[in-house]
T-cell receptor, first 116, second 108 residues
């Protein structure tokens, strides 16, 4: 299957700082990337969908000014958690798909964010 | 109504058992269907796509019933390594909809 690389895999930051998470499709062009958040023992919650070169579409209840998403190229999307607070601590996962390939989505390895 | 509904389990089965998971989806316009596997603290990984004709991959068999909007996954001869959460995923347009996942523990 296709490879999606997410970095960093784990980050601990102080409350009030910003954290950037990168998601790269390594062997295909990702026309669409998705960002999810997952709390312990819960399912993935879609935060936003981004298409290359356009603004992300955020799900209801997700603050776009707090979770900045950039999808400037067909192989890279970034999620920046601004002014992080302890309640932002979670597992963040990106996924990517391309219309030129099978319709399944491929997931990055996830980023475990802990805000202290 | 939720887009995708799954029995969260947990399912605790002995090694060698056969176990079946079910999933229903609410929107008849849904186009593609998948089962993903997620291990604890890891990302979901595609287990198999699900086709109307049914498909099999080794010990795993997936079925789709579009009329009933129902998807199933059958695991035969369960292994300890099958212990994980199994996610039913439905695609429509540019969106993926996830079930809450079914937890499986295979016991020695």
């Amino acid at each position: 299957g296709a490879v999606v690389s997410q970095h960093p895999s784990r980050v601990i930051c102080k409350s009030g700082t910003s954290v950037k998470i990168e998601c790269r499709s390594l062997d295909f062009q990702a026309t669409t990337m998705f960002w999810y958040r997952q709390f312990p023992k819960q399912s993935l919650m879609l935060m936003a969908t981004s298409n290359e070169g356009s603004k992300a579409t955020y799900e209801q209840g997700v603050e776009k000014d707090k979770f900045l998403i950039n999808h400037a190229s067909l192989t890279l999307s970034t999620l920046t958690v601004t002014s992080a607070h302890p309640e932002d601590s979670s597992f963040y996962i990106c996924s990517a798909r391309s219309w030129g390939r099978n319709t399944e989505a491929f997931f990055g390895q996830g980023t475990r964010l802990t805000v202290v | 109504r939720k887009e995708v509904e799954q029995d969260p389990g947990p399912f605790n089965v002995p090694e060698g058992a056969t176990v079946a998971f079910n999933c229903t989806y609410s929107n008849s316009a849904s186009q593609s269907f998948f089962w993903y596997r997620q291990d604890c603290r890891k990302e979901p990984k595609l287990l198999m796509s699900v086709y109307s004709s049914g498909n099999e991959d080794g010990r795993f068999t997936a079925q789709l019933n579009r009329a009933s909007q129902y998807i199933s996954l059958l695991i035969r001869d369960s292994k300890l390594s099958d212990s994980a959460t199994y996610l039913c995923v439905v695609n429509r347009g540019n969106q993926f909809y996830f079930g809450t996942g079914t937890s499986l523990t295979v016991i020695p």
